[in-house]
């Protein structure tokens, strides 16, 4: 391993300016949904220089929107593909996907920003840009972890199957069609912000919105009517006495520094359009976490079982019961042994670069590691250079050491992993 050790760090040492003016030309091209296929098109280009087999296609057919996991309202996917390019091995090592999704998140507020949110300017060792932190950077670091081998010569017994997909940010599409499309292999690295941590365990997500009906009056005789805000109140305050009881048994070492491991979070209220009237009608919705080993319906259950014991307790929701509904994104939880081989193999690597052991814990968000996972059989674990806490906020940006360090660790993981031939 010395020798290919040895190779790997002098070629991405000398590669770092042009690490960087490739992290700037893809945070240049926003990437927002819908707005993919410019970025996309930089990773296509890097992928044929590298000689790459290259599979490149528009999702969105039948058969992805008729798979039980896929919930995407998009309806329009053109000119927006999605990529897997693989590098080839010999045939009798294990595979490797190496998972980034290309989408960010819209920038917001403008002038909340330092800069242009698409800037991509260098600054005292930091790439500036929506994007960066997630996860272009981390995406970079995969690129180079491939050339890197390849510029090194050295050949593997097992595939490098590096993805590039769309539709991460609203619930996975990209990465379940890769999956459909027949894409899966002996393990997988998802490089989303960890903060150079390993997430062997990701939590799950689902939206839902709660009808809850009131009777309406005037708001000088509000006695004969029935507020839906107030009963809303009430439904929120045992949602959160739920989200206390769901997240007690997740009380271990790995989420030692995640408060609440699976919320539950009310993201938008809308009641009322008449301060002198009660209001009637009160929709709340919010987006419900999903605990790693359990499934989608398991989490669906709990929170049906509480509010039909509401409609059934309260004697206005005996009247009138609130009603449910599922609706939008959905994130897939993941889970993997932090004794599996994978994880030994890249902790190995991580302490061979960083010379020390690295820091694991459980996904305070959702990934596609799901899909990855539970639909295509191939165990994962989410592992990258930049930081949570950037992630999605203003002036994000990520560490070029980290991006070049993250790039190391996961080029000789591959060498571990994938088996390299000998020279």
Not at 235 to 247: F, Y
Request: aromatic fraction near 6%; glycine fraction near 10%; charge should be negative.
């Amino acid at each position: 391993m010395d020798m290919y050790e040895d190779k790997i760090r002098t070629w991405l040492d000398d590669s770092r300016t042009k690490a960087i003016q490739l992290l700037q030309k893809l945070v240049q091209e926003p990437s927002k949904r819908g707005q993919e296929g410019s970025a996309q098109a930089i990773v296509v280009e890097k992928c044929r220089q590298l000689g790459l087999e290259i599979d490149l296609w528009e999702i969105g057919d039948e058969h992805l929107r008729n798979h039980p996991h896929f919930y995407c309202d998009r309806k329009d996917f053109k000119g927006n593909p999605n990529l897997v390019a693989i590098k080839r091995g010999t045939g009798t090592g294990k595979s490797i996907i190496l998972n980034g999704h290309i989408d960010v998140v819209p920038e917001g507020d403008h002038s909340a920003w330092q800069d242009d949110p698409y800037s991509g300017r260098l600054i005292d060792g930091k790439v500036f840009g929506r994007g960066t932190t997630d996860m272009k950077g981390g995406n970079v670091s995969l690129l180079l972890a491939i050339e890197a081998i390849v510029e090194s010569g050295i050949q593997l017994k097992g595939d490098v199957i590096f993805q590039s997909v769309i539709e991460e940010e609203s619930g996975g599409a990209g990465t379940l069609a890769a999956v459909i499309r027949g894409y899966k292999a002996d393990g997988a690295i998802i490089p989303e912000p960890t903060n150079m941590k390993l997430f062997p365990l990701q939590q799950g997500s689902m939206w839902f919105r709660l009808i809850v009906t009131g009777k309406s009056a005037h708001g000088g005789t509000r006695y004969e009517g029935v507020s839906a805000i107030e009963k809303a109140m009430l439904v929120m305050k045992e949602i959160k006495q739920l989200e206390q009881e769901r997240n007690e048994p997740l009380r271990h070492s790995l989420y030692k520094n995640v408060p609440i491991p699976i919320p539950i979070n009310i993201g938008s209220m809308q009641s009322g359009n008449w301060p002198s009237s009660v209001p009637d009608t009160a929709v709340l919705e919010g987006r419900f976490g999903i605990a790693p080993t359990e499934t989608m319906e398991q989490a669906q259950n709990s929170l049906i079982q509480l509010i039909e014991s509401m409609n059934e307790r309260d004697e206005w929701f005996k009247e009138k019961p609130m009603k449910l509904e599922w609706f939008g994104a959905r994130w897939l939880p993941g889970s993997l042994e932090t004794d599996h081989p994978l994880m030994k193999t890249i902790g190995t690597n991580y302490e061979l670069v960083k010379g020390k052991e690295p820091v694991v814990e459980a996904s305070p968000w959702a990934t596609d590691g799901g899909y990855l996972s539970t639909v295509g059989s191939t165990p994962v674990v989410v592992f990258g250079p930049g930081e949570t806490k950037m992630a999605h906020d203003a002036n994000e940006y990520i560490e070029v050491d980290r991006m070049m360090e993250a790039a190391k660790i996961i080029a000789l993981t591959i060498i571990d992993w994938c088996e390299a031939e000998q020279l």
